[in-house]
């Protein structure tokens, strides 16, 4: 199926530890993103990736480190984890300017 | 002032009504809109685009764009239970990929 694929669906942790979060996409597209969304469902970017390249990093701590190996796919290192870092993180691709296409989400809850 | 600004609701329409979905933005640079449909426990899908002033249709979708008023709206004809969801209006400007959401308007549709 082609689709944006996130991994894993759900991960639940303790404060303080470090976990990442992998995406991949096979629809062909050059620019991937990673956006969080919180309890009231606002969604917001993070970081964008076109072609390997870092070109949106917006006002994240830097606890937050994204990497792309190749442009199918772009992961999610996060450090430190603490209790306001719970949300859903939904990985996205697009070609340029055109629509977004949205994984299903990772549910990051931190105890 | 929000960059982009909807109604959270919930929007309430019976089965067969139209429902009025409104969005406004304050970036008169803004370009590309998007109407994205959220089910609950779900990623945002793609619902609609639209570039230029006007209307746009597909299906029992139309979106409507007014750049002059800052103005991006989706009407849903013959509205179903199957169309209650949150409905984000994402918006980006001229040559970036970075898409604005804003905080999405609840429609429920009862038979």
């Known amino acids: 199926d082609t689709a944006v694929s996130q991994t894993p669906k759900y991960l639940v942790t303790q404060m303080g530890n470090d976990k990442s979060i992998k995406c991949e996409q096979n629809l062909g597209h050059d620019t991937m993103y990673w956006y969080k969304q919180d309890s009231k469902k606002f969604l917001k970017i993070m970081f964008s990736?076109?072609?390997?390249?870092?070109?949106i990093n917006e006002t994240v701590p830097n606890r937050f480190s994204p990497k792309s190996p190749d442009k199918a796919h772009l992961n999610l290192h996060i450090n430190s984890l603490e209790l306001g870092d719970s949300a859903v993180y939904f990985c996205?691709?697009?070609?340029?300017?055109?629509?977004?296409?949205f994984g299903d989400g990772t549910r990051l809850s931190i105890l | 002032q929000k960059e982009v600004e909807q109604n959270s609701g919930p929007l309430s329409v019976p089965e067969g009504a139209i429902a009025s979905l409104n969005c406004t933005y304050s970036d008169r640079g803004s370009q590309s809109f998007f109407w994205y449909r959220q089910y609950s426990g779900k990623s945002p899908e793609l619902i609609m685009f639209i570039y230029s002033n006007g209307d746009k249709e597909d299906g029992r979708f139309t979106a409507q764009l007014n750049k002059a008023s800052q103005y991006v709206s989706l009407l849903i004809r013959d509205s179903q239970p199957s169309d209650s969801a949150t409905y984000l209006c994402?918006?980006?400007?001229?040559?970036?990929?970075?898409?604005?959401f804003g905080t999405g308007t609840r429609l429920q549709v009862f038979p």
């Open positions: 990736y076109n072609n390997k390249e870092l070109i």
């Open positions: 996205a691709s697009s070609s340029r300017n055109q629509p977004q296409h």
């Open positions: 994402a918006v980006n400007t001229y040559n970036t990929d970075k898409l604005i």
